[in-house]
Antibody
Framework: EVQLVQSGAEVKQSGDSLRISCKASGYSFTTYWIGWVRQMPGKALEWMGIIYPGDSATRDSPSLLGQVTMSVDKSTNTAYLQWSSLKASDTAVYYC????????????WGQGTLVTVSS | QSALTQPASVSGSPGQSITISCTGTSSDVGTYSQVSWYQQYPGKAPRLMLFGVSKRPSGISDRFSGSKSGNTASLTISGLQAEDEANYFCCSYAGDTTSWLFGGGTKVTVL
């Protein structure tokens, strides 16, 4: 069974750094892209980007380019999303999901990580 | 690039059919067949309902169907059931520069 399990909720201050995780199981981690999606409170889903665990290649959404860093650890089948300096506007739920690069869709999702940033 | 346009809400009675539209442009929905739909209950993760405009993943009821005409994709739910009450988001590939766009979401209410 494909599963993506994300790290728990975080409460941070503006300017703090943060890394959240997404641990995959039930499939070959290095052969599927992982996508990250943001959902601000009460708002729609937004693509952030995708990363290919096989070689760590990334594609970022232009609107979020440079604001976050995606990475993976193949030894633990874990993908990461990292901020160097959080802003209050980063407050959102962040989802990871397995990405199919043929039809460009997200088929298995993590449960989401709520990040709350206070100013 | 702007998000895809969906109606804010759609409602129907049990057993009825409803259709949710998702309007983009010739740079996204109008060009690419990589349109997908996601169902999301409040406080829960999204769930893939359709991909490739009209393909259903394993386990998704055939009450859910999809189509596309020009710059607009549509999700139809037939035989509406109480469990279909949720938010639905469309998504389209938009090329290498923009990459992907979600719709603003549609709240489906079962009367």
């Amino acid at each position: 069974e494909v599963q993506l399990v994300q790290s728990g909720a975080e409460v941070k201050q503006s300017g703090d750094s943060l890394r959240i995780s997404c641990k995959a199981s039930g499939y070959s981690f290095t052969t599927y892209w992982i996508g990250w999606v943001r959902q601000m409170p009460g708002k729609a889903l937004e693509w952030m980007g995708i990363i290919y665990p096989g070689d760590s290649a990334t594609r970022d959404s232009p609107s979020l380019l440079g604001q976050v860093t995606m990475s993976v650890d193949k030894s633990t089948n874990t993908a990461y999303l990292q901020w160097s300096s959080l802003k209050a506007s980063d407050t959102a739920v962040y989802y990871c999901a397995r990405y199919d690069s043929g039809y460009e869709y997200l088929d298995h999702w993590g449960q989401g990580t709520l990040v709350t940033v206070s100013s | 690039q702007s998000a895809l346009t969906q109606p804010a809400s759609v409602s129907g009675s049990p057993g009825q059919s409803i259709t949710i539209s998702c309007t983009g442009t010739s740079s996204d929905v109008g060009t690419y067949s990589q349109v997908s739909w996601y169902q999301q209950y409040p406080g829960k993760a999204p769930r893939l309902m359709l991909f490739g405009v009209s393909k259903r993943p394993s386990g998704i009821s055939d009450r859910f169907s999809g189509s596309k005409s020009g710059n607009t994709a549509s999700l139809t739910i037939s035989g509406l059931q109480a469990e279909d009450e949720a938010n639905y988001f469309c998504c389209s590939y938009a090329g290498d520069t923009t990459s992907w766009l979600f719709g603003g979401g549609t709240k489906v209410t079962v009367l």
